[in-house]
């Protein structure tokens, strides 16, 4: 199943309350619950302005549903095409 990377621009979530990212994360789980077992959230990264989160779904419109559902923004979603590490190296 692919897997996605979603900008959310957000201003100023990496300065939240960790009750404020709670939030946040519940109003996510509730979106994935309405949505069902075919869209998987996996974790998400927090900057200054941006909440960068990857998701498994089967396709673009599923993710922006979810953002839909759950209040926030997708502003931007991209199909991951690889995944690299340092033992790519090897």
Known sequence: MPRYVIERHIPGAGK???EQLKAI???SLGALQRLGPKIQW???YVTDDVIYC???APDEAMIREHAR???FPANRVYE???V???TTAE
Do not use: R
């Open 84 to 86: 690299i590490d340092p």
């Open 16 to 18: 939240f309350p960790p």
């Open 42 to 44: 996996v974790h998400s």
């Open 54 to 56: 990857i998701y498994v």
């Open 69 to 71: 559902l759950g209040g």
């Open 80 to 82: 991951v095409a690889a």
């Open 25 to 27: 994360s519940l109003d």
